[in-house]
């Protein structure tokens, strides 16, 4: 985003940056001041928790990873499963 920052969910040591669309309407929802936020994903409903940072499976709420907000030059995996290199 224009301040440099990105969204991030976890994978196994490391963070992944979410894709561009997603991102964005995490961004649009985390300014707005909403608490949660629905996300669509590879055909998979997920729930973004603002409160608690967290990243969790609509159908199977124990599939859960941490997601954080930060600048987009940390190291990362990838974007959204996309390997860099
Ligand atoms: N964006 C894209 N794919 C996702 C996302 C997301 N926000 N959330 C879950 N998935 P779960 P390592 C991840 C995928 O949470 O080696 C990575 O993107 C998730 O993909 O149990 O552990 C990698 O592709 C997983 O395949 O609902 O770091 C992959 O894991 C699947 O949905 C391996 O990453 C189930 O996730």
Redesign the pocket.
């Known amino acids: 985003f224009e301040d440099g920052y990105q969204w991030f969910?976890e994978?196994?040591?490391?963070w992944?940056q979410?894709?561009e669309r997603?991102s964005r309407e995490l961004e649009a929802a985390y300014k707005s001041g909403q608490r949660t936020c629905e996300?669509l994903?590879?055909g998979?409903l997920?729930i973004a928790d603002f409160d608690a940072m967290l990243?969790l499976?609509r159908n199977d709420l124990s599939?859960?990873?941490r997601i954080k907000r930060d600048l987009a030059s940390i190291p990362k995996?990838g974007i959204?499963?996309l390997r860099l290199e």
Request: hydrophobic share 25%; proline share 0%; charged share 30%.
């Open positions: 969910y994978g196994r040591s490391g992944w979410y894709d997603t996300l994903i590879v998979q997920y990243q499976r599939r859960r990873r995996k959204a499963g």
